[in-house]
C-alpha cells in the first residue's frame, strides 16, 4: 500500500506541531540537541568497543532506535558524512514522533518523507533558495540528492497541485520570522 497524500498532508501537520511544541525556529538545526531535549537519548556507535560496532553495523549501518524502559534510545553510525548522519537521526525521530510500530516499506517512506521535511520545510526552501538543489543542501545543511529530491517535490507541486500555502506552511513560515507571501 503506498503513502496517500492524504497521509503527508498529515505528517507535514505533525511535523509543524513538533517544531512549534519545541520551539525550533532556525534551520539548519542541531538534530541531536532537539532529540535530547524531546527525551531521546543519542548513542555514537563510536562510544561502544571496536568488538560491539560490528553488531551495531549489523543492525543498520546508518541509525537505529530502541525503547529501553520507557525511553527511546537512538543508535548512529558517527563515521558517516555529517549530512546523513543528520538525515539518519531525523529518520529515527520520525519512526518514534509518528509511532510506527513495526517495519514496514509505508512506515521507511514516511520516516524519509519526515526526515527531509523536517530538516528542509518545503516552504521554507522556496523563500531561501529559489528552488535549487544546491542551494537546499547548503542552507540546510542537507545531502544534494536529499536536496534534490525537496526541490523535485516542491516544483511538481507549484506546477501541477495547488499555489499558495496551507495553515500548516505559514505557521512553519511565522516558525522561522518569514512572512507568506
Do not use: Q
Not at 529530491?149 to 516542491?154: F, H, Q
Amino acid at each position: 500500500m503506498a503513502v496517500s497524500n492524504k497521509r503527508y498532508e498529515v505528517i507535514k501537520t505533525i511535523i509543524t506541531d513538533f517544531l512549534e511544541d519545541y520551539d525550533v525556529n532556525s534551520w539548519p538545526f542541531n538534530i541531536i540537541g532537539l532529540m535530547r531535549n524531546v527525551g531521546i537519548a543519542v548513542v555514537r556507535y563510536s562510544s561502544f568497543s571496536l568488538l560491539t560496532r560490528p553488531l551495531l553495523m549489523t543492525a543498520s549501518e546508518d541509525s537505529f532506535y530502541a525503547k529501553i524502559g520507557n525511553r527511546y534510545t537512538v543508535f548512529y553510525n558517527d563515521s558517516a558524512p555529517e549530512t546523513r548522519v543528520r538525515f539518519s537521526l531525523a529518520h529515527e525521530l520520525a519512526h518514534i514522533v509518528l509511532e510506527h510500530l513495526e517495519e514496514s516499506d509505508d512506515a521507511e517512506v514516511e520516516a524519509n518523507f519526515f526526515a527531509s521535511y523536517i530538516l528542509a520545510p518545503a516552504p521554507l526552501a522556496i523563500c531561501f533558495c529559489n528552488a535549487e538543489p544546491g542551494d537546499v543542501a547548503s542552507r540546510f545543511y542537507i545531502s544534494y540528492d536529499c536536496a534534490e529530491a525537496i526541490v523535485d517535490r516542491t516544483t511538481k507541486r507549484m506546477r501541477y497541485g495547488k499555489s499558495g500555502f496551507t495553515d500548516y506552511e505559514h505557521r512553519l513560515l511565522n516558525l522561522a520570522g518569514l512572512e507568506a507571501g
